[in-house]
């Protein structure tokens, strides 16, 4: 796996290294693939809104990104950056409160859906 660019500055990976636990390594086999290679193909994803499987040969394999991507869910690593960041932000008042929401998600609706309808995702699937 040879890398030809960052996604990341040094500096950026800084405060972002401390929020992802590492993998738990087991008796044998190989070394886990770090951390910033995980993170980095993760964001070349997010970045270009490509397919995993289209991820470039320079990153790890589509499927180790994306599982470190579910272990850090799991581990609850994305919260604890999101807070970490926006304390940092806070602390140097560069948050305005008073334009902030307490919900970020959303939810389409489709016009005329039934309200007991199953959404269009769920379709098909074991339910």
């Given at each position: 796996?040879?890398?030809?660019?960052?996604?990341?500055?040094?500096?950026?990976?800084a405060?972002?290294?401390?929020?992802?636990?590492?993998?738990?390594?087991?008796?044998?086999?190989?070394?886990?693939?770090?951390?910033?290679?995980?993170?980095?193909?993760?964001?070349?994803?997010?970045?270009?809104?490509?397919?995993?499987r289209?991820?470039?040969?320079?990153?790890?394999?589509?499927?180790?990104?994306?599982?470190?991507?579910?272990?850090?869910?799991?581990?609850?690593?994305?919260?604890?950056?999101?807070?970490?960041?926006?304390?940092?932000?806070d602390?140097?008042?560069?948050?305005?409160?008073?334009?902030?929401?307490?919900?970020?998600?959303?939810?389409?609706?489709?016009?005329?859906?039934?309200?007991?309808?199953?959404?269009?995702?769920?379709?098909?699937?074991?339910?």
């Open positions: 796996m040879k890398r030809s660019t960052s996604e990341l500055t040094d500096q950026q990976w405060h972002i290294e401390p929020c992802l636990p590492s993998l738990p390594r087991g008796k044998g086999g190989p070394k886990p693939i770090s951390n910033r290679a995980c993170f980095e193909g993760i964001l070349w994803v997010l970045r270009s809104g490509a397919r995993w289209d991820l470039p040969e320079h990153y790890p394999s589509p499927s180790t990104c994306w599982r470190r991507l579910q272990y850090w869910e799991e581990q609850g690593a994305w919260l604890k950056a999101w807070r970490k960041f926006l304390r940092a932000l602390q140097q008042s560069r948050l305005n409160w008073e334009e902030s929401f307490s919900d970020g998600s959303f939810a389409p609706a489709k016009k005329g859906g039934s309200v007991l309808e199953k959404p269009s995702g769920v379709r098909g699937r074991n339910g």
